[in-house]
C-alpha cells in the first residue's frame, strides 16, 4: 500500500492493521507517497504514481521475503496508486489489486458532479493535504488554522484563502480553478494491467467515488477481465464489518500461501458482483435484484403516476440567502441516509410521492430525472433526493444527485437530465417513493450565483434570486437497471456509466 497520510496509519479507519495480514502470512510493505510522510522529494498528486508504483513494485519483487508475487491494496488515494503504473512489463504491474473507492478520472471521480464542484468534501481533503504540508515545513501556525477551521465549519468560508496561502500547487487548488463542465484540462489516468490481472473493485452506495469504481469494473471488463465488484451500504470511511477477511481470500487466491479462508468466504470470490441492502445489510448477486427497468411520471398534483402528465407546471424559487441545504448522500460531510422530513416541508422544494406500493421492489439501479425547466437567470442547479416513505410517516433520503447549469440556454425551455447516485432499492409494501427537487444543496455544491458563473462558495451580494420553472408534460424518473455490461455490443455502458 502507499498512500499519502504517513504509513502509519496503513488506512486502518478501513482496513486491519497490516500485522493482521502479516498475521495470515503476507509480507505487507506500506509506503509514503514521494514528498509525503518521511519520503524525500515533492509531492505532485497523482501525476507522480505511475512511475513511483511501477519503480515500487520492481523493489518489493527483489525483497527476500517476497515469493515473486506482489499484490497492491488501498482505498482512496490508494486506490489510485494501486492500480497505476507506467511499466511496459509485467515486472512493473501488480500481480492482482484490490481497490476500493477510487477512480481513474480526476474531475468525474475525484472532484465534481453534475458540472459543479465538490465543494465541502474537496476543500476539506485539499485542506488535509495543506496541513501536511505545514507539518513537513515545520508551519505550526499554518496546521492550527486549517485544524481549527475543519473543526468549526469557517473552512467552508475560509478555506480558499487557506488552500491559496499554504498549498497553491496542489491538486485541490487546481480542481477548483478548472471548469467543472468540460474535460479539457483534467487529467484521466491509465490503469495497468486491467483485463489481464485479478481486480477486486470495492465501492459504497454513500461514496462520493463510486461512479469511479464502476467506471473501472466497465473497464476491466472491456479489456476481457473478470473483475470481481463488491458494493456495500457504506461511506468514504464507515465500512461497517469490511472487507478483510474476502480480501484475505483474494490475495490468497492470486498470490499463494496457505488456503485458511472459511468455506463461506472462498465461495463469496465466485461471485463476481455482490451488492449490500441498507434495509437488513444482506449480500444480493446482480441477478437478484432485478432486470425491469422502472419509469414514475411527475404530475401536478404532486405525485408520481403510472402514466404520464399531459401539462402542468410547478414554479420553483431559489433564494441565495437562505439556500436549501444538503443533507447525508454522497457528496456531504455527514454521508448516507438522513431524515429529510423537515427538508421537504420547505415551500422551495417541490415533492412528487408515488402510490403506497402493494409489493415489494428491489432493484439496483442508477436514478435519473428528465424534466423541461427554463430559468429567469443564465444559471440554475437541479439538486434532487429520493427518498423512502415509511408508512408512519417517515421520510428516509436515500441517494441524491445535482446538475449545473450555466449560459444563456438556461433562459430557454430545454429538457435537462439529471442522474443521481446509484443504489440498491429495496422497498417493502406498504412503503412509498418520493423525488424532492430544489436550487440548491449547500455546501455540498456552491450556490449557483445565477449569472453563468461557475460559482464560489457560499451567497454573496452578487447572487441573484432565480426563479425555475418545472414542466411536467413528460417529466419522468427512470429507474435504470443496474446492468453487467454486455462485453460484445456494449448495451447499458451508456446508462450504468455516463460518458462512456
Not at 499484490?71 to 515486472?91: I, N
Not at 465541502?120 to 493535504?129: D, R, S, V
Not at 416541508?345 to 409489493?359: G, I, N, Y
Not at 421492489?361 to 437541479?382: E, K, N
Request: glycine share 12%; aromatic share 8%; hydrophobic share 40%.
Amino acid at each position: 500500500m502507499r498512500q499519502p497520510y504517513g504509513r502509519a496509519i496503513a488506512s486502518t479507519p478501513t482496513y486491519a492493521h497490516p500485522a493482521w495480514y502479516a498475521a495470515h502470512g503476507f509480507l505487507v510493505v506500506v509506503q509514503d507517497v514521494r514528498g509525503q510522510g518521511d519520503a524525500t522529494g515533492r509531492f505532485g498528486g497523482f501525476s507522480q504514481e505511475a512511475a513511483d508504483t511501477a519503480d515500487s513494485l520492481r523493489w518489493v519483487r527483489q525483497l527476500p521475503e517476497c515469493n515473486g508475487k506482489v499484490g497492491c491494496y488501498g482505498f482512496s488515494y490508494q486506490g489510485l496508486t494501486a492500480l497505476v503504473s507506467d511499466a511496459e512489463a509485467a515486472a512493473g504491474w501488480p500481480d492482482c489489486a484490490a481497490a476500493a473507492m477510487t477512480g481513474l478520472a480526476e474531475r468525474e471521480h475525484w472532484a465534481c458532479s453534475g458540472g459543479a464542484h465538490w465543494w465541502a468534501l474537496g476543500l476539506a481533503w485539499g485542506l488535509q493535504l495543506a496541513a501536511l504540508a505545514c507539518r513537513r515545513r515545520h508551519d505550526r501556525q499554518g496546521w492550527s488554522t486549517i485544524r481549527r477551521c475543519l473543526a468549526d465549519g469557517s473552512f467552508l468560508h475560509e478555506g480558499p484563502a487557506l488552500l491559496e496561502r499554504h498549498d497553491a500547487d496542489g491538486m485541490a487548488w487546481r480542481w477548483l480553478h478548472s471548469d467543472p463542465l468540460h474535460d479539457e484540462g483534467w487529467p484521466v489516468h491509465q490503469a495497468a494491467g486491467l483485463g489481464r490481472i485479478p481486480l477486486l473493485l470495492v465501492g459504497g452506495w454513500h461514496d462520493p467515488h463510486l461512479e469511479g469504481v464502476l467506471d473501472l469494473w466497465r473497464r476491466a471488463l472491456a479489456a476481457g477481465g473478470e473483475p470481481l465488484l463488491r458494493i456495500g451500504d457504506w461511506s468514504h470511511l464507515n465500512w461497517q464489518e469490511g472487507i478483510d477477511a474476502l480480501q484475505l481470500a483474494f490475495f490468497r487466491r492470486h498470490l499463494g500461501g496457505p488456503d485458511g479462508s472459511s468455506p463461506q468466504t472462498a465461495a463469496e470470490l465466485d461471485q463476481a458482483v455482490l451488492l449490500q441492502s441498507g434495509r437488513d445489510r444482506s449480500w444480493r448477486s446482480l441477478e437478484d435484484c432485478g432486470t425491469a427497468r422502472r419509469d414514475w411520471w411527475l404530475r401536478s398534483d404532486q405525485s408520481l403516476a403510472s402514466e404520464p402528465a399531459s401539462d402542468g407546471q410547478v414554479w420553483l424559487v431559489h433564494d441565495p440567502w437562505r439556500p436549501v441545504p444538503g443533507r447525508g448522500g454522497h457528496l456531504g460531510l455527514d454521508p448516507g441516509c438522513c431524515d429529510r422530513a423537515d427538508l421537504d416541508q420547505r415551500r422551495d422544494v417541490a415533492c412528487f410521492s408515488s402510490p403506497t406500493l402493494e409489493k415489494p421492489q428491489l432493484l439496483a439501479c442508477r436514478p435519473r430525472l428528465r424534466l423541461r425547466v427554463s430559468a429567469d437567470q443564465p444559471g440554475f442547479d437541479l439538486c434532487i433526493a429520493l427518498s423512502r416513505i415509511w408508512p408512519d410517516g417517515r421520510v428516509q433520503q436515500l441517494c441524491t444527485g445535482v446538475q449545473r447549469h450555466r449560459g444563456d440556454h438556461c433562459l430557454e425551455s430545454r429538457w435537462r437530465t439529471v442522474t443521481l447516485q446509484p443504489l440498491l432499492l429495496d422497498l417493502k409494501a406498504g412503503e412509498r417513493l418520493r423525488l424532492s427537487l430544489a436550487g440548491a444543496a449547500w455546501p455540498q455544491i456552491a450556490v449557483n450565483p445565477g449569472t453563468g458563473a461557475v460559482g464560489w462558495g457560499d451567497s454573496g451580494p452578487e447572487h441573484r434570486v432565480i426563479s425555475l420553472c418545472l414542466e411536467l408534460a413528460g417529466a419522468q424518473l427512470e429507474l435504470l437497471p443496474l446492468e453487467r455490461p454486455d462485453r460484445q455490443s456494449g448495451a447499458n455502458w451508456a446508462e450504468i456509466c455516463p460518458g462512456f
